[in-house]
Every structure is written in C-alpha cells, then in structure tokens.
C-alpha cells in the first residue's frame, strides 16, 4: 500500500482551549492512509455518524471548515453517555491522547476498529515440564511500551519485543505435571494491523530519568509473515509528543504529507522530522 497521504495540509483551532489533544490525534490519524480511505469508503454507511462527516469536512471541505471544535463538541457528547472516568478527560483532569484516539476510534465504528485490531496469542508455559496452556487471545487497538522494559535501542531488539513479551504467572498448578510454580506468560504478535500504534511510556516514567531521555524508536517496522518467509513492513507516519506534567501540558503532532513531514501545533505549521524525543508519546506505523 502507498502510504502517501494525499490529505492537504492545514491547521486547526485550538479555540476550546483544551483541545491540543484532539488536534494532535486528527493530525496524526489524517496522515493515515487507511483510516482516510475508510471514511470515504463507508460514508453512505455511517450517514449518521457525526463523527465521521466531521472528519470528512476536514479533509475535503473549506478552510472555514477546518476548525477543531465541532469535532471536540460531538465527542463531548459522546462521552456524556460514558462513564465518569472518561468523562473527566473532557473536565478538570488532564486529557489522554491515547484516550481520544480510542475512543474516537470506537465513535467511528467496527469497520475503523479493524484498521487498527491487533491480536497477542498467550499461553502459560511450565517451567517443569515445558507444557503450554491452550491459547487465549487478546486484542487491542494500540500497543503500550510501559518504560520498564530494558535495552529497546535498536531496529532488531524493538521489533522483537513488539513480536514476543514473557511475564511471570505465580503459583500456577501445571495441568500436566500438577506442579504448582511460577511459570511464564508468553504473548505472541498473532495478527497484525493496517495501522500500527504504539503509546510510549504511559503515566510511569516519562517524568522520571528514563523519560527526560530520547526513547528509541524506529521510522519503520519489519515483522515475519505469511507465507513463510515474507515480511510485513510498515512505516511511521506520523508522531505525537507531550510537554508538560501528567497533569497538564500540550501536545503536538508531527505527521508526513506526501514526501514531506511537518510539525503540527495546534494553528501552527512548520517543518518537521520524525525522530524520538523524550516528549513522544504516539506513534502511527502505517502498513506498506
């Protein structure tokens, strides 16, 4: 897939006051080729999603369109249905990136959730007799790096660890041995998605000493598929970067257009390049 976003480059409002978020997750979702094909695709189907037509206003309608407050006023009435901990995001607590782009996922519908549905294989492995458990599957919509993990510093090791992580299951009886001991939690990448997200260092260390430092990251990812021997690459399109506290602050975005990339703040527009900071916080992997 050309990944090549054919989206015409604009600003928007950030006349809420407290929008920065949502501004920063359209800019980045806008440089997604995927999530752009599927709303003009599926327009007829979603004739009364608001949310939908909104986004269809940025990207093809005047720049007196282009504003970020009908979106952020339709997804406020979303959340009034919702319970008090995502409604909070849009009150006093400070707004989660991360939260705006799942739930505007989910507005949108089961045929925007499958751009971005991943699934993790996991199984409990005997250290004594080296039984697996039958697998149980988990599915998720963006992949979070937690900040405890060791030693992500280049293509390879990153890649592996998006593949496979181990955890540890204590006092776990073995159905096979009857042995009860700790045991490891294996998670395999079992399907991939169109648009790869990843949440960097969510609430732990990213205003601590690993988070004031340049988290690697890299511009594209390399997966085994199928059939056996082929690869799954994919491209970063685009990155969202936080300053501030973990209560407060602002964020960014810097997204590819084209074969340029720019950064996006709010109105503002610049040149950008896509490139770890200890401010990021979102990355969108596009599918090749």
Request: proline residues 3%; charged residues 25%; hydrophobic residues 30%.
């Amino acid at each position: 897939m050309d990944v090549k976003n054919p989206t015409t480059l604009f600003g928007l409002q950030n006349d809420t006051g407290i929008s920065c978020h949502f501004n920063a997750v359209t800019q980045a979702l806008l440089s997604c080729t995927g999530f752009v094909e599927t709303m003009r695709k599926h327009v007829d189907k979603y004739t009364e999603n608001a949310i939908v037509h909104e986004f269809l206003q940025l990207i093809d309608g005047d720049e007196t369109l282009r504003t970020a407050r009908p979106i952020f006023e339709e997804v406020k009435k979303i959340t009034q249905s919702r319970d008090d901990k995502i409604n909070k995001l849009y009150g006093k607590t400070h707004e989660c990136a991360d939260e705006t782009l799942k739930l505007l996922i989910e507005s949108i519908g089961d045929s925007m959730l499958d751009r971005f549905k991943m699934k993790y294989k996991k199984q409990i492995v005997c250290p004594n007799c080296e039984h697996k458990s039958d697998p149980s599957y988990d599915v998720m919509s963006y992949f979070e790096i937690t900040g405890r993990e060791k030693d992500l510093n280049n293509n390879k090791k990153f890649e592996e660890h998006l593949l496979r992580q181990v955890s540890i299951v204590e006092g776990y009886t073995c159905e096979k041995c009857k042995i009860t001991s700790d045991c490891r939690m294996e998670h395999y990448l079992h399907l991939t998605s169109e648009i790869f997200v990843i949440v960097m260092h969510k609430h732990t260390s990213r205003y601590g000493g690993v988070g004031k430092k340049n988290v690697f990251f890299p511009l594209g990812l390399k997966f085994p598929g199928l059939p056996k021997g082929s690869i799954v690459k994919y491209e970063l399109v685009a990155q969202v970067d936080h300053t501030g506290t973990d209560t407060s602050g602002h964020y960014t975005a810097t997204c590819r257009r084209g074969d340029d990339t720019w950064r996006l703040n709010d109105s503002t527009i610049g040149r950008g390049i896509l490139a770890p900071l200890p401010t990021t916080y979102l990355l969108f992997y596009h599918l090749v």
